[in-house]
């Protein structure tokens, strides 16, 4: 699983076994949205007999936190055989779209020996000075990793 934010690139490539007809169609979705890439890239043959086509989108505002999935359409050869969409990595990987930053739980300036009791720090001594802070992230996916 890969994180992400605003302004960080996302690419997405496919590689096929000949040579298409018209660069396919690349689509990210994200929270209800759809967003088609334009800028679409014919890498030509990448090795022998592979084709690679490639898009990228860099990440602006209105792309939400959540899961990014993709649709990689219109693969046609240029006979005008057409193979179904692709919508899945074949490499497993997941992006995250994270935009929110984590907050700061408690910060607290304790002296002495203590004990937590849940977010609570409970002192039985004063002996110096120690500075704790407890960091969490509170954020909410819009889909379950």
Known sequence: MFY?????????????????G????????????DYVLT???????????????QASYVIEDSMADGEVTFTVSNIVDKAG???DDVTAPTNGRRVIVDN????????AILGGKGYWV?????QYA????????????????????
């Open 22 to 33: 018209q660069v396919p169609t690349f689509t990210l979705h994200n929270n209800g949205k």
């Open 118 to 122: 849940g977010k609570e720090y409970k």
């Open 4 to 20: 992400t934010q605003k302004g960080n690139k996302i690419t997405v490539n496919i590689k096929v076994n000949e040579e298409l």
């Open 100 to 107: 929110t930053a984590p907050k700061a739980e408690n910060l």
């Open 39 to 53: 800028d679409v890239l014919d890498r030509g043959e990448n090795a022998p007999g592979v084709w690679l086509y």
């Open 126 to 145: 004063t002996t110096g000075t120690i500075v704790y802070v407890n960091v969490r992230m509170y954020e909410e996916l819009a889909t379950t990793p």
């Open 81 to 83: 055989n057409k193979t």
